[in-house]
């Protein structure tokens, strides 16, 4: 079945460090999403990127689809204390209607 | 705003016993999941419903029932508690097929 990849599995910065984690698909997705859950807490939905080599910023966050629908991207610049938590990307489950969540990439940011 | 609620956010229960998760959403949303979440392993789906009265199963269903009754609420059954089926518990809906999902806080489960 379909697998959703991502790297690497935790990452531990510098406040001000940039950081970036990789979400790769083993088929080609119609859509990717990524969500952002703090320690204790829920996902929460983040973004959906849909058009092949889109772009989308939220503040210091650059989210990237590839060219081909199979990976995508998520950086953060300088980051802060506040983006500590875990990074999920998601895409569309083949065949059905549920996505498949990577498993994720936990930012530990030291002040 | 979209809200989920599930019904406990923590609950102790005994092997053998069995279960209720109830999960309510309020925006009318057609889709609504149950997935487990434990260190390291992501978040891993359970069951799914797409419509009252209709489910699908996910990626680990073995020892878990759903029922949906309306279209609000989404209930998630163990049969018969194993210690192994200690966990967190997530429910999401979503307005429709794979769309965003929006996320209740979370049941803590521990089964003795």
């Known amino acids: 079945g379909q697998q959703v990849m991502q790297i690497p599995q935790y990452q531990h910065v510098q406040e001000g460090e940039d950081f970036t984690t990789y979400c790769n698909s083993s088929t080609t997705l119609s859509n990717i999403q990524w969500y952002k859950q703090r320690p204790g807490g829920h996902p929460v939905f983040l973004i959906q990127l849909v058009k092949s080599g889109e772009v989308k910023k939220q503040k210091r966050l650059t989210f990237q689809f590839g060219e081909a629908k199979k990976n995508s991207s998520l950086h953060i610049t300088a980051t802060q204390t506040t983006d500590v938590g875990t990074y999920f990307c998601a895409g569309p489950g083949t065949g059905r209607r549920a996505l498949t969540f990577g498993s994720g990439t936990r930012l530990q940011v030291q002040p | 705003d979209v809200k989920v609620t599930q019904s406990s956010r923590y609950l102790v229960k005994r092997t053998g016993e069995k279960v209720f998760l109830e999960c309510v959403q309020d925006?009318?949303?057609?889709?609504m999941f149950w997935y487990r979440q434990d260190p390291g392993l992501g978040l891993r789906l359970i069951y799914f419903?797409?419509?009252?009265?209709?489910?699908e199963k996910g990626d680990i269903p073995e020892g878990y029932s759903v029922s949906r009754e309306k279209k609000e609420r989404f209930s998630l059954i163990l049969e018969s508690a194993s210690t192994n089926q200690t966990s967190m518990y997530l429910c999401?809906?979503?307005?429709?097929?794979?769309?965003?999902?929006?996320f209740g806080d979370g049941t803590r489960l521990s089964i003795l």
């Open positions: 999401a809906s979503s307005l429709f097929g794979a769309q965003p999902q929006h």
């Open positions: 419903s797409y419509d009252v009265k209709m489910k």
């Open positions: 925006m009318d949303h057609e889709n």
